[in-house]
């Protein structure tokens, strides 16, 4: 083989080992765990990074109800963070935090994670989802966090179907059900008669008299 061939095999053979090496890259831990979307919002300040931020709507487009913000926070800090609150600038919606044992704040523990959104993790609703975001727009998103401060975003706002549909709202409208007509007697009627057809209404001992006994008194007056 010629010198200019054995080159060309090797620069070959360099190139298909880096890209084998950049494919390796990307299927490590980062991008199965956290199953990271290139199409949703993700930032980072300081030590706390953000990922996955998205706002929630209710599933159906005319259904009226609270919406909820989700994202998973990363605090590679030394020292715990709490995440005061979220707020929505553009809006007056408010969101109330909840953390996943359902009492005290959220909290980032240092060289950890917390997942907001879903059954059984910390949750953040918004009161007034319509008024607030609106489907397929991008919302700002303020997280204000103890340590780090404001870290802001632009979350992508989508209705809670499909993938999302377990990490939407909780709180979802249901049609009122039908309720029985006012008035409608409950209990039994009162007040009933307890004496049997045909028998006297009066209590006097005259009228419980038999026929014999009358007809014995009538003959003893006769004589």
Do not use: W
């Amino acid at each position: 083989m010629s010198r200019s061939l054995r080159r060309g095999a090797l620069a070959a053979t360099a190139i298909v080992i880096s890209i084998a090496s950049l494919s390796a890259c990307g299927a490590g831990n980062d991008a199965q765990t956290l199953g990271v979307k290139p199409d949703n919002a993700a930032t980072s300040v300081g030590t706390v990074k953000i990922q996955n931020a998205m706002v929630i709507t209710q599933p159906k487009l005319d259904a009226e109800g609270p919406a909820v913000v989700s994202a998973m926070l990363f605090n590679n800090g030394s020292k715990a963070e709490t995440l005061e609150a979220i707020e929505l600038p553009g809006t007056n919606a408010e969101v109330k935090l909840t953390a996943a044992s359902g009492s005290g704040p959220i909290t980032v523990p240092a060289g950890g994670s917390v997942l907001i959104g879903g059954k059984g993790n910390a949750s953040a609703v918004i009161e007034k989802g319509r008024e607030a975001a609106q489907d397929g727009n991008a919302q700002e998103v303020v997280f204000k966090l103890s340590e780090t401060g404001d870290v802001g975003l632009k979350a992508f706002v989508i209705p809670a179907t499909s993938y999302f549909a377990g990490y939407g709202p909780e709180e979802v409208p249901q049609k009122p059900a039908e309720q029985s007509p006012a008035g409608t007697p409950t209990g039994s009627p009162t007040g009933s008669p307890t004496t049997t057809p045909g028998a006297p209404a009066g209590g006097d001992e005259a009228s419980s008299a038999t026929p014999s006994d009358s007809a014995s008194a009538s003959h003893g007056a006769d004589h």
